[in-house]
């Protein structure tokens, strides 16, 4: 099964393919590691993303997208444009895979039961996938 994890931050969409295959996890290789939408955007930029997104997703035969989930309100609140690519991701129609939230609370609980079965600094990922290769991974273990 593949898995895209998905960490919305500001006007990126961060990426991290996870495939599991028999219980051995596997990282696909991708040169897309994020997507973004212009902080200016009008509707075409929108679905110009969705499309993107929808088309990356395809083309690496992704069965589930688990998005980590931002806060509403408070100190970390998500940002509006974050929010506006949430929905464009969760209202592409016409696609082979299921999208979810995880919530904070989720992930933390899941890691402390099923730790990470490696170091994330020896995945060769760029550090900035981190929270997303993590979102893949709870993905795929807290069924």
């Known amino acids: 099964m593949m898995i895209c994890g998905v960490e919305l931050t500001g006007s990126d969409a961060v990426l991290c393919f996870l495939h599991l295959d028999r ?17 200016n955007h009008t509707r075409e930029d ?10 990356l997703m395809t083309e690496k035969g992704v069965s589930r997208v688990v998005i980590k989930e931002r806060m509403p309100k408070g100190k970390f609140a998500g940002g509006a444009v974050s929010f506006k690519m949430e ?14 939230l995880l919530p904070s609370a989720l992930i933390k609980s899941t890691l402390s039961a099923k730790p ?7 995945t060769g990922l ?18």
């Open 116 to 122: 990470l079965p490696v170091p994330f600094a020896e």
């Open 46 to 55: 929108l679905m110009q993303f969705q499309r993107s997104f929808a088309e």
């Open 126 to 143: 760029k550090a900035f996938q981190e929270t997303a290769f993590t979102a893949a991974y709870v993905g795929h273990v807290a069924n």
């Open 23 to 39: 219980g051995q996890f596997s990282l696909p290789d991708c040169k897309v590691r994020k997507l973004s939408l212009p902080k």
């Open 87 to 100: 929905a464009a991701i969760q209202l592409i129609d016409g696609v082979e895979f299921e999208v979810r």
